[in-house]
């Protein structure tokens, strides 16, 4: 098997490419990231792929994990969680020949075979954010998804705001707070945040799915968002409340040397008066909270600029594999650029999925182009 340009993929000619699909992990998203696992378990093609589910536990700990999807589906009562083992999993090789190994006290190491390709469905902080990416790339390990610098720009919105004005995209007004200013000039932060005008959205710098999220609409609400985001960062973004429709794109890197792709965008109207905006409980818990509308309702001419506007944020970052770009679109007809995700949710019912699947490609065959451009990249600087 080789790729566009003509090097060859990390799948061994002999047998089924073997994929690690890595979950968990030691954020607040340790459940989100669990979710897609199931997901993805669900819908690989084992008879295509040799598929290795690997846990993060919440302290670190990788752990071999079942394969069943139902284990790790988000239910009402409990949600999923990689549980501790005594056996831990590791990575290691370099020179293309990664190898797991599996570790018990007491126990000679038992190795689990080659590893072809990773798919690291990690959400926030150690994970998604740059640091699982270095470790398979000081392994020599393929896998799916952002490099090193573009998980991290893609994880800190702060930076990922200075990216995006350099590229000359369009981003909104907003504070960028840390741990140190909040702690000895806390009345420099509230001037600051006064300055952009109520309502804010106060927002951890580091995490996603809504964690930590506060709307907040008057000064005096300001230090409890503050405390709540605090808990899962100590570096915040503050952002203006932008009045407008909330439009995303989904993007999948070109082929070899190709373009990068764009789904049609989609719309996400929240329709439970119960939420102010897209929280963590719409996005993952409540049915019916929220809907999808792709493609979103817009001009032929407005869907061509978010899709070419999408394409060039995911370049700007150095983006690889996929990502979910979010616009404001506002009734003057400005397209703000919100964010990029480097690693969306990607359950069936997930904005991404679901704008490829609108744009013509299924859960599934996503999940292989995915694997394939995982398998086909090059090691190391690229």
């Not at 990575?91 to 000679?108: E, R, W």
């Not at 309502?199 to 000064?219: C, H, N, W």
């Not at 439009?247 to 890197?253: F, N, S």
Request: charged fraction near 20%.
């Amino acid at each position: 098997m080789t790729d566009d340009d003509g090097g060859s993929s990390g799948a061994h000619p002999s047998r089924r490419p073997r994929v690690v699909v890595l979950f968990g992990g030691r954020s607040s998203e340790h459940a989100v990231s669990c979710v897609t696992a199931a997901g993805v378990l669900g819908a690989i093609d084992r008879d295509k792929y040799d598929v290795v589910p690997i846990g993060i536990t919440k302290t670190g700990q990788w752990v071999l994990a079942s394969g069943d999807p139902s284990q790790w589906s988000l239910s009402s009562a409990q949600l999923p969680e990689v549980p501790p083992s005594d056996t831990t999993v590791s990575l290691t090789g370099t020179g293309g020949s990664p190898q797991l190994i599996v570790t018990a006290p007491n126990h000679v190491p038992v190795e689990l075979g080659d590893v072809d390709v990773v798919f690291p469905v990690l959400h926030g902080p150690f994970g998604e954010d740059g640091t699982i990416q270095g470790l398979l790339e000081l392994s020599d390990t393929r896998y799916v998804g952002a490099g090193v610098l573009a998980s991290a720009v893609g994880m800190d919105k702060h930076f990922m705001k200075v990216v995006f004005a350099a590229a000359g995209l369009d981003v909104g007004p907003y504070v960028a707070v840390t741990d140190r200013q909040w702690t000895n000039d806390p009345q420099t932060v509230r001037d600051s945040v006064a300055a952009l005008g109520f309502p804010v959205f106060v927002k951890p710098a580091r995490a996603g799915s809504s964690m930590g999220i506060s709307k907040v609409e008057t000064l005096a609400e300001l230090p409890a968002a503050i405390e709540e985001a605090r808990r899962h960062d100590l570096k915040l973004v503050i952002e203006a409340g932008i009045v407008g429709r909330e439009i995303e794109c989904a993007v999948l890197e070109g082929r070899g040397s190709g373009a990068a792709r764009t789904s049609m965008p989609g719309e996400i109207v929240v329709t439970d008066s119960q939420h102010a905006f897209y929280d963590f409980t719409a996005k993952y818990v409540q049915d019916n909270a929220a809907a999808l509308t792709c493609p979103a309702d817009l001009s032929d001419e407005v869907i061509t600029r978010i899709r070419d506007l999408a394409a060039v944020a995911f370049d700007a970052v150095g983006a690889e594999g996929l990502s979910r770009v979010d616009f404001f679109v506002t009734d003057e007809g400005e397209i703000i650029i919100n964010e990029i995700n480097t690693m969306p949710g990607f359950t069936p019912k997930s904005m991404y999925p679901q704008m490829w699947a609108a744009s013509g490609l299924s859960y599934p065959e996503l999940i292989d182009e995915l694997l394939q451009l995982g398998l086909n990249r090059k090691t190391g600087l690229r």
